[in-house]
């Protein structure tokens, strides 16, 4: 069995293995590589376990290293999901292996492995973030009826107030929907260059639905498509959204129009626990499922805490609420893209 780094020549195999391979999400198809190095400039390491010429692991890392954050290599930065995925004990082991060596030699203060399932417990963890995952219907009456009662309201009223869903190829129209959720929240937004690179890496798995209301986009969603799952990964809506019901709506659209498309599995994504997207989801009926978030700790003494949950953010948190939209789109994702 050999380590090696991806180039180019491998990255049809890689792709192949990730499809075909059980542990491995999106996040671990090799277009993200491209997207981390274009969309932040940071410095990319995947590694992938080769066994008479066959690949059996793989493992992508980014390297992000701030002034203002620390210096860390990720699998995967700005991805839910990371870490190892292979198909035995002994290319989990030579990736792992081989992932602390790099650490090492990068001096970074920390290895992160963001995993969906439990890899090594003699590691520590995080237990901050968890995930929403859960079966749909081929039926879209069954899943409006599986919505708990006062949440299919919501989507009822979204509905009366005469919003429709459209597949969007603008992207300013997401943008701004988003980058407003992303201020009101106090949290640095990301460049647009970001999302134009998504949809050009991943044309087919990446797309944009945009909820109208009179001709005017009020919430929209961007979303990732992978086997049969479908992913709503970034979203937001203007001021309008909360009364016309409109981010209730728009879910109900994602998940409706998925089914059409033959998707089995609607991924919410992660959250923080005990935060309003944490309970929103839940109004939906789905169920938290912890997420294994697992460090090695190499220059660094205690575990990251990157995140607006830490009371020492609050109030830079606050200042970044009271921005207008526009100064956060300017400013935002000088700091966004060393977050991680």
């Not at 990446?206 to 979203?235: K, M, T």
């Not at 998940?255 to 994504?269: C, P, Q």
């Not at 978030?293 to 003494?301: D, F, P, V």
Request: charged share 25%; aromatic share 12%.
């Amino acid at each position: 069995m050999e380590i090696k780094n991806l180039d180019h020549s491998a990255r049809p195999r890689w792709d192949r293995f990730v499809e075909r391979c059980p542990e491995a999400s999106f996040f671990h198809k090799s277009g993200w590589q491209s997207v981390i190095e274009r969309a932040f400039g940071h410095r990319t390491h995947y590694l992938y376990a080769e066994q008479d010429g066959t690949i059996v692991g793989v493992l992508p890392l980014g390297h992000v290293k701030s002034l203002l954050f620390g210096n860390a290599l990720i699998s995967l930065p700005f991805c839910v999901y990371g870490g190892i995925a292979a198909e035995s004990g002994q290319a989990r082991k030579a990736l792992d292996e081989a992932a602390c060596e790099l650490a090492r030699e990068l001096k970074v203060d920390y290895l992160e492995m963001r995993n969906r399932h439990q890899q090594r417990q003699d590691r520590p963890a995080k237990d901050l973030y968890v995930t929403f995952r859960k079966e749909i219907d081929p039926d879209p009456a069954k899943n409006m009826q599986a919505i708990p009662r006062k949440q299919r309201a919501m989507v009822r009223k979204g509905i009366s107030a005469g919003l429709q869903s459209v597949i969007d190829p603008c992207i300013d129209r997401f943008y701004h929907a988003y980058a407003t959720s992303v201020r009101n929240l106090g949290t640095p937004v990301f460049a647009k260059k970001y999302f134009a690179i998504l949809k050009d890496v991943f044309p087919e798995e990446c797309e944009i639905l945009s909820i109208e209301h009179q001709g005017r986009v009020v919430s929209s969603v961007l979303n990732f498509y992978f086997r049969d799952e479908v992913l709503p990964y970034y979203g937001g809506g203007t001021d309008e959204a909360r009364e016309l019901k409109a981010n209730d709506f728009m879910y109900w659209e994602v998940m409706r129009r998925a089914v059409e498309r033959g998707t089995k599995l609607f991924d919410y994504g992660r959250s923080k626990q005990g935060t309003g997207s944490y309970r929103f989801k839940t109004h939906w009926g789905f169920q938290p499922e912890p997420l294994y978030y697992e460090y090695e700790l190499i220059n660094g003494s205690k575990l990251p805490d990157i995140n607006p949950l830490n009371p020492k953010y609050r109030v830079l948190i606050a200042a970044w609420q009271k921005l207008p939209v526009a100064v956060s789109k300017l400013i935002g994702p000088w700091v966004a893209r060393n977050l991680g």
